[in-house]
């Protein structure tokens, strides 16, 4: 069975570090990318990037670049997306979820989600 | 502002059939496939359709897709209390970074 299970909910402070964590289990990590979407409160799903966790090529949507970085360690199937300093408006829910091919196929299968609050 | 334009919400009553509109541009939905996603209240979202008009193993065939040309539909049949949920459209753009519509909301009266 195809899972995706990410790390536990986050209460940080402006300027704080984060890094949370999607593990897939059930298929071939390498051979399919992850890609992590940000769902503000009350809002839509906005698409941030994607890896590769096969040869870590990783593509960043415009409003993301330079915003979070996004990585994988292949030898434990973890995905990771990180922030350096997080601001209030990285308050947001933040799914992590499977892809098997750039600009086709959808995403098929998602994590539970990771609920990260930032307030001082 | 999304990229993808859908409706805010539609509303139907059980057992009816309602559709719901994404639509883009040449250099997203017009080159490239769709996919649409339920996602129902306290929920991560789900896979219904893919590849414009695939549906995942699993996903009832009351759930359909099409596309022409920049916009694409998503059409539920037989609709049920269930399906009360918001509905995302997905593509991809001309640099084949992925894009959603902005979700419509699904009453069912």
């Known amino acids: 069975e195809v899972q995706l299970v990410q790390s536990g909910a986050e209460v940080k402070k402006p300027g704080e570090s984060l890094k949370i964590s999607c593990k897939g289990s059930?298929?071939?990590?390498?051979?399919?990318?992850i890609g992590w979407v940000r769902q503000m409160p009350g809002k839509g799903l906005e698409w941030m990037g994607i890896?590769?966790?096969?040869?870590?090529?990783?593509r960043y949507s415009p409003s993301f670049q330079g915003q979070v970085t996004i990585s994988a360690d292949k030898s434990i199937s973890t995905a990771y997306l990180q922030w350096s300093s997080l601001k209030a408006s990285d308050t947001a829910m933040y799914y992590c979820?499977?892809?098997?091919?750039?600009?086709?196929?959808?995403?098929?299968?998602w994590g539970q989600g990771t609920l990260v609050t930032v307030s001082s | 502002q999304s990229v993808l334009t859908q409706p805010p919400s539609v509303s139907a009553a059980p057992g009816q059939k309602v559709t719901i509109s994404c639509s883009g541009s040449?250099?997203?939905?017009?080159?490239?496939?769709v996919s649409w996603y339920q996602q129902l209240p306290g929920t991560a979202p789900k896979l219904l359709i893919y590849?414009?008009?695939k549906r995942p193993s699993g996903i009832p065939d009351r759930f359909s897709g099409s596309k022409s040309g920049t916009s694409a539909t998503l059409g539920i049949t037989g609709l049920q209390t269930g399906d009360e949920a918001d509905y995302y459209c997905?593509?991809?753009?001309?640099?084949?970074?992925?894009?959603f519509g902005g979700g419509t909301k699904l009453t069912v009266l």
């Open positions: 979820a499977r892809l098997e091919e750039v600009g086709a196929t959808g995403l098929d299968y």
């Open positions: 059930g298929y071939s990590f390498t051979s399919y990318w």
């Open positions: 890896i590769y966790p096969g040869d870590s090529d990783t």
């Open positions: 040449s250099s997203n939905i017009g080159n490239n496939y």
């Open positions: 590849e414009n008009n």
């Open positions: 997905g593509t991809w753009d001309s640099s084949l970074r992925g894009v």
